[in-house]
Structures are given as structure tokens and as C-alpha cells.
């Protein structure tokens, strides 16, 4: 870092007058001062120990500094830092070896001289002419004097070291070194605001520091001790309520919107009768930020409470990885999670525990510790628990029930409990799901976020503009902050922030999104999501249908792992869906792609070329399948505005459409058989029902293969419990298009809900039993060419399995 200043004071234009230049230099070596004290600062946290020194009054002191604070702070530390650091550390600042003067007097009358000039009084050109060269010289001493307090900087992972101590502070912004101007705790947030040390733009700047800081250690408290809260007045009872809690700070004081989020954990705090409090959603939406900001606001008193309890608040995480505007950052992992946090609890009574709190576990251990709390004078509504990101904890399906097992445990004998996961946990909870913000709410955030960050690009971004991004981002805070964050450090335009965000940032960020998810599912239910991407099929229920095929997978299974991953959107169609992958989720399957071994990446290959193949023939086959049938029903004016009324779902103008073009078109058999299943579904009154079988009786007579109309009239007459009629129809409609799979099927349902009508009829086991056989023979007969092969084959499965949990 030594080597920036120098080389800002080498590249110093000869051209600057006096005054400019002592204006500057003075900005170098008031930067020069404050990363000093600073880095003094962290020395003297990590390497001298307790009670030497009142570290934290000088740190308090170094919030807003002056130019005279750096030089008392360090004139007090270099002695402690001599003892316990190294002896040589800033020779030179003291008159020592016989020299003239220390570099501590040359600082005292700099500072006297700045006070009674630049800082209250006036700069005059003559003593710009004596400072300008005087203060130039003062700089090159004290970056000799105090190199042992000028940490090492590392370009390549912008990190900063001294003495082999990682300086957390952000000394450095765009590769240059800052002037601090503030120091803020905001919500429980600190931020740094400053600006770079440069002569052509001093840009300001504010970032947001670590819970590690040394401006956040106020006292000597670690992050998991107990604190007692302040006095919380009780609503029911208008008296005061504290409790001892290890709650940590916010994650943001920049929190937006989750009002309704906000009041149902408020609803569920005040609840008595229910014990626990899912909060879940996916990476990136903000589920601890969220339980946190309603803890910390407890604290406060902003929510109203009922009941003089809990006692006890008890926070516990099991979250491996978090995301911060640096990337990826590894916690360290829990080992034994589900005991630690039982352990967690009782050490808000004894911080350090006893060998026998260790030997136990399982329910031994919740059962000891109930005794415990019992001996406190304590019972189950007197803690709460709150257990942050338990995804990490369980991947497989018996992990996931044994920690559910546990989950459940702890609420009935030991506490209520909030719990916050991507998953939907095994646990009986009041769920809080929580999904992405909406527009005004991004809007809203990139707004504030910009402002604060001295973003430019987006503070000057139009309301248009902001939506888009928001769209590009997944509504996600997380992504929005990130964004932020990396246009105010580069000042980069907003398309290169988010190329930036998507790319440079991608392995790091693609694994805090979805790697837990991927790891949760089997590898065929990977393989599912690979296949997809790998072929050109659209995503739709025949495309997905046939790679869960390929990879002998349930359809139910895909579907599963799909809500609960949030890899992208689902649209349903009733029987049909089609599917939406977010851009981050599609670059995370390429990834595992391109992580594949060379012949199973072959292998994916090759299937994906048969799917686009199987998928290609039966849209072609279906499409045209359907131009012929719309073509023909609804060749004239009236017929085409019937079909728009009901797009529209304005259901009596349609009907009135249909008359009319049937009035036009009497003879049309495919226009009849359209208006008689718009009258059998849509309308679906008892008139309209009687007149859509007259309807299909009369478009049979006009074409006896419309098998269209034979299938509708078919169904019809099934619903009617007429058994006999309805197989007739299908035998004919089996000798026409319709496959012989298909029929079987629709006779096995059309016995299956004969019977599920005549529960009390003598005999009507029997049509199960018929149906049963049935839908055996349509699982032989179906062949993969068939028309509606998905379907048919999706719904043969399905019945298959509601009859079968059927007991006779």
C-alpha cells in the first residue's frame, strides 16, 4: 500500500500552484494518518491483550476523525504495540537515536498549522510556498517512520495484511487508497463512508463492514453470548417484559417492504397455540434477513406483545455459506447440529458447559435439558428458538425425516420454534413463504440502495429502467444489493453491473443459489434438469414427461423437486404445463454440464438428441391435428367470433356467436361438435348438457368418423352411468384415429367413477375390478407412436394408483 501513495505523489503535475498543492498533500497525508491508526487499531484487538488499554474509546474516537485524532491515537498504541508486535514498530516517531525532532512534533505543528489556515483561516500564498514543499517532505517521513503500520495490499484478491493480521477494513477503494470521512451505525448496520485519495475524482463512496469490524466490537461481547433485551411493555397488561436473547444484528439497514411477512410472524409470536413458525423460500430472497429484522424490532419494542414471554430467545444457524458484495464466503461448519443447538440454549444459563452436556445426545440430551429448565423454574413457552437455515443440515429424504423428527421434539418438550429453510420441512409450523419482492418494492430498494451507494447509473435510471432490472435480478434483494454494491466499487454502466453479476460472478454465486438444492435431489432427478437443457425442446408436459421417462423417474418426482428448488416458473394449462428456467438456473445446470466426465457428457448427448426427436414428431403430429379440426369448425366469420368470445370467457355472447354460425353452417359436423363441448364444459348447466348430446348425436350423423365427436359423446354418455352406449362409441372410435390404449383407458375410468357414483349398489365392485383389468391391458397395448401418448400414458398411471390404495 506504500507503493500507491508514492506513486500518487510521483505522478504529482508540475504544473499545480502552491496552494492547490498543499491542498492535495494534505488529503495524502491525512490518509495516510487515518489507515495508520486504523491498522494500529486491528493490531491492537487481535495481538495485545485484554484490559492494556481502552482500545474502544479510540476506535469511538476514529468515527468522524480530525486531522489531530490519528496522531494522539497512535502516540498512545505504539507503546503497547512495541511490547506485544514488534519492538522497531514506527522508529522515528519518537526524538530517539539522537535525532533532532520525532516525526509525533513534525505532526503536531502540521496539524497546528492546517488549524490556523486551510481548516479556520486563510491559506496565503506565502505560507503556501513554505507548506508545499514542507508538507510534501512530511509525508515521505511518516511513510518511512510508519512502513510497520502500512499493511501489505494484494490486488489479485484485494486483500489487506500487516504482520500477517487480515486487515477488515476497507483502506482501499478502486485500488487506491481512501480518506474516511465517516464511520455509521445505522439499524445495527455499520457502513464506512469515504472518498479516494485521487487529484482528477475524489469519488465518494460508502461501504458496508463486516460484523468483524473493529467498529462494531464496542465491547469485548462475542456474537453468540447472551444479552438481556431492554424493558418491553406487555399490551395485555400494560407492565414491562425483558428476556436474555443472543440475537444477532440486522443484515440491512436498508430493509424493504415484507410488511405482510412482517405481520404474520407478529401474528404467530402472540399465538399461544401453535408451537412452531416455518419461514421458507428460496436462496437470495432474504429469510433470514427477514427473521431478524422482526427479532431485532422485538428488541426495540415495535411489536406489540400479548404475553410476558418468552424468557429465553435462543439463535442458532446452520447456514455453511453466506453471500456478501465480496462473494462467496465459507462459515465454519456445525458438527452434530441438532444437539449444538439444544447446547446453545443452555448455555444462556452456563456459558461454559459441563462434560455430561457433551456426552449426551438425541432425545437424552432434549430430555435433560427439560429437566434443566424445570430446575430454572422454566417450562416450554418460556423459550424460543429460532433455527436459521436447516437445508444445510439434511440432503437425504432420511436425513430430512430424522431432522423433522427432531424439529418436532424440541417444539413439544423444549420450546416454540421459528424456523427458516428452503425446503418445506417435516414439521407441524404455521408456514411464511417468502418470495421475491415486488416491482414498486425493487424499484423502491435500488432507489434507496443507489443514493446511499453513490451508484450513479442507477440514481439516474428511469422508473422503466429499474423494472427491467428488477425482472433481469429474479425480484431477488440479494441479487439487487449485489448489483449496487458492484456499480458503486467500478462505477461500471448498469449492462456491464449485470453481465458482471450473471459472469464474473457466476461459480460463486450460481453455488450459494442452487447448490444446496442440487444436492438434495437424487442423481436421476439431476439428470432430469441436465437432459432438458442439454436438448432443444421446449419445456412443456411432453417434453418433461419423456426425459423423466428416459431417466426412469415418476413425473410426480420432477414435479416435486421443481417446486421446492425455485430453478423457474410453471404455467398450468390444466392438463397441459410448460415451463420457464431462470437464466442463473440454466447457467448452473451448463455448469454441472461442463463438469461432467467426456462419455457422460456423450451419453446426455445422445439422449437429448432422442427426446428433441420423440418431442418434434408429436407436436408435428398434434399440430396438424389441430389446424384440420380448427380449420374445418370454424371456417366462418360467426364460428371464428365465437371461438374469440370464449378465449375471452364471455360466455353468453359465445353462445350467441355459436347459433349463429350454425345458422350459417348447418351442415358443418366439426362446428357442432366444438359447440357442443363449449355447452358441456363451459356452460354446463342441465339444459346446456342435454342440448350438447343432441348437438354430437346430430355432427355423428352429418360424418360418421368424426371421432372426435364419438369420444365427446362417448364421455357423455359415461357421465350418464351408461356403460353400454359409451364402450359401443368407443369400439368405433377405435377403428378410426383412436388408438386401442386409449379406449381401454376411458372405459377403465368410466367404470372406475361408475363406481365412485354407486358406492351402494349391490355389485358395483365388480366395475373396479373391471377397471383394474383394463387399464392393464391399455399399459400392453400403449405404443409409443400413439396419439396423446403422454397423456394416456400419464393418466394409466394415475388411475393405476388411486385403485390400488382402494380397499374392498
Known amino acids: 500500500m506504500k507503493d500507491l501513495y508514492l506513486n500518487i505523489l510521483s505522478e504529482l503535475p508540475s504544473s499545480l500552484s502552491p496552494t492547490e498543492e498543499v491542498n492535495f498533500l494534505t488529503s495524502v497525508l491525512r490518509s495516510i494518518l487515518q489507515v495508520t491508526t486504523l491498522t494500529s487499531l486491528e493490531l491492537c484487538v487481535s495481538e495485545v491483550p485484554e484490559n492494556e488499554l481502552d482500545v474502544f474509546r479510540f476506535i469511538r474516537r476514529m468515527e468522524q476523525p480530525s486531522d489531530g485524532t490519528p496522531i494522539e491515537i497512535i502516540e498512545a498504541l505504539l507503546p503497547l504495540l512495541r511490547t506485544y508486535v514488534d519492538r522497531n514498530i514506527g522508529k522515528g516517531w519518537y526524538k530517539e537515536n539522537g535525532s533532532k525532532v520525532g516525526l509525533s512534533t513534525q505532526l503536531s505543528e502540521w496539524v497546528t498549522f492546517r488549524n490556523d489556515t486551510t481548516a479556520h483561516g486563510v491559506l496565503s500564498q506565502k505560507d503556501a510556498n513554505i507548506w508545499a514543499p514542507k508538507s510534501k517532505e512530511l509525508i515521505y517521513t511518516s511513510l518511512n517512520t510508519l512502513n510497520g503500520l502500512i499493511p501489505n495490499f494484494n490486488i489479485k484478491n484485494q486483500e489487506l495484511k500487516l504482520k500477517d493480521v487480515r486487515i477488515t477494513l476497507p483502506l482501499i477503494h478502486s485500488d487506491k487508497p481512501i480518506v474516511v470521512r465517516k464511520a455509521k451505525c445505522q439499524r445495527s448496520i455499520w457502513k464506512l463512508s469515504g472518498q479516494v485519495l485521487s487529484l482528477e475524482d475524489a469519488k465518494r463512496f460508502t461501504t458496508e463492514l463486516g460484523r468483524g469490524c473493529i467498529f462494531s466490537q464496542s465491547s469485548q461481547t462475542k456474537d453468540e453470548d447472551y444479552l438481556a433485551s431492554h424493558d418491553i411493555r406487555v399490551e395485555s397488561s400494560a407492565v414491562t417484559h425483558s428476556f436474555i436473547h ?3 444484528l440486522r443484515q440491512t439497514d436498508t430493509f424493504e417492504g415484507r410488511k405482510r411477512e412482517l405481520s404474520k410472524l407478529a401474528e404467530w409470536f402472540n399465538d399461544d397455540d401453535s408451537r412452531a413458525c416455518l419461514v421458507f423460500g428460496d436462496g437470495g430472497f432474504g429469510k433470514t434477513t427477514l427473521v431478524l429484522e422482526f427479532l431485532n424490532n422485538l428488541l426495540e419494542g415495535k411489536v406489540a406483545i400479548e404475553h410476558p414471554r418468552p424468557q429465553v430467545i435462543s439463535f442458532f444457524t446452520a447456514k455453511m455459506t453466506r453471500w456478501t458484495d465480496q462473494g462467496l464466503e465459507h462459515l465454519k461448519g456445525v458438527s452434530d447440529a441438532m444437539d449444538e443447538c439444544i447446547r446453545e440454549l443452555i448455555k444462556a444459563f452456563n456459558p461454559v458447559l459441563t462434560k455430561d452436556w457433551y456426552e449426551a445426545h438425541g432425545d437424552r440430551l432434549i430430555q435433560k435439558a427439560v429437566n434443566f429448565l424445570k430446575e430454572e423454574g422454566l417450562d416450554r413457552d418460556d423459550v424460543l428458538f429460532v433455527f436459521d437455515n436447516t437445508e444445510t443440515l439434511a440432503t437425504s429424504t432420511n436425513e430430512v425425516e430424522d431432522l423433522g423428527d427432531f424439529l418436532q421434539g424440541v417444539t413439544k418438550k423444549l420450546g416454540r420454534m421459528i424456523v427458516t429453510s428452503r425446503r418445506r420441512e417435516f414439521i407441524n409450523a404455521t408456514p411464511i413463504a417468502v418470495k421475491g419482492l415486488n416491482e414498486l418494492e425493487c424499484i423502491t430498494l435500488l432507489q434507496r440502495l443507489a443514493t446511499e451507494n453513490h451508484a450513479d447509473p442507477l440514481r439516474k435510471a428511469g422508473e422503466a429502467r429499474l423494472r427491467k432490472i428488477s425482472q433481469s435480478l429474479m425480484f431477488k434483494p440479494l441479487l439487487l444489493h449485489t448489483l449496487v454494491t458492484h456499480i458503486s466499487r467500478t462505477q461500471s454502466s448498469i449492462d456491464d453491473a449485470i453481465d458482471s453479476v450473471f459472469k464474473k460472478s457466476n461459480h460463486e454465486l450460481l453455488e450459494f443459489l442452487y447448490e444446496d438444492a442440487w444436492v438434495r435431489m437424487t442423481v436421476l432427478q439431476q439428470n432430469v434438469y441436465m437432459l432438458l437443457v442439454i436438448a432443444e425442446s421446449p419445456l412443456d408436459h411432453f417434453s418433461v414427461s419423456e426425459a423423466c421417462k428416459i431417466m426412469q423417474i415418476p413425473l410426480t418426482e420432477f414435479h416435486t423437486t421443481f417446486d421446492e428448488t425455485y430453478f423457474g416458473s410453471l404455467t398450468n394449462y390444466g392438463e397441459k404445463f410448460s415451463i420457464e428456467l431462470e437464466e442463473l438456473a440454466v447457467r448452473f445446470f451448463n455448469k454441472k454440464i461442463k463438469d461432467l466426465p467426456k462419455e457422460e457428457k456423450n451419453s446426455f448427448e445422445i439422449k437429448a438428441q432422442e427426446l428433441d426427436t420423440v418431442v418434434g414428431n408429436f407436436h408435428k403430429i398434434e399440430e396438424e391435428y389441430e389446424l384440420d379440426r380448427v380449420a374445418e369448425a370454424f371456417r366462418n366469420p360467426y364460428a371464428k367470433a365465437a371461438r374469440t368470445a370464449v378465449r375471452k370467457e364471455n360466455y353468453p355472447e359465445a353462445q350467441e356467436f355459436y347459433e ?16 357442443a363441448w363449449f355447452l358441456y364444459h363451459k356452460v354446463a348447466n342441465n339444459i346446456a348438457k342435454v342440448k350438447a348430446e343432441k348437438l354430437w348425436r346430430e355432427s355423428i350423423s352429418l360424418n360418421e368418423n368424426n371421432c372426435d365427436a364419438i369420444v365427446n359423446l362417448a364421455q357423455c354418455r359415461y357421465r ?17 384415429s383412436r388408438s386401442k390404449s386409449f379406449c381401454l383407458l376411458n372405459k377403465a375410468k368410466a367404470r372406475y367413477y361408475y363406481w365412485r357414483r354407486n358406492k351402494g349398489l349391490e355389485g358395483v ?20 407412436g400413439d396419439q396423446y401418448f ?7 398411471d394415475f388411475f393405476k394408483v388411486k385403485i390400488r390404495k382402494i380397499k374392498l
Open 765 to 784: 365392485e365388480d366395475r373396479l375390478k373391471e377397471a383394474k383389468t383394463l387399464l392393464d391391458d391399455a399399459t400392453k397395448n400403449l405404443k409409443r
Open 246 to 248: 443472543n440475537v444477532p
Open 660 to 675: 349463429m354460425a350454425i345458422g350459417e353452417d348447418p351442415m358443418n359436423s366439426a362446428l357442432k361438435d366444438r359447440y
Open 720 to 736: 350418464n352411468d351408461d356403460l353400454e352406449e359409451g364402450d359401443l362409441l368407443l369400439k368405433k372410435a377405435g377403428g378410426l
Open 790 to 796: 403422454a397423456k394416456t400414458r400419464h393418466e394409466i
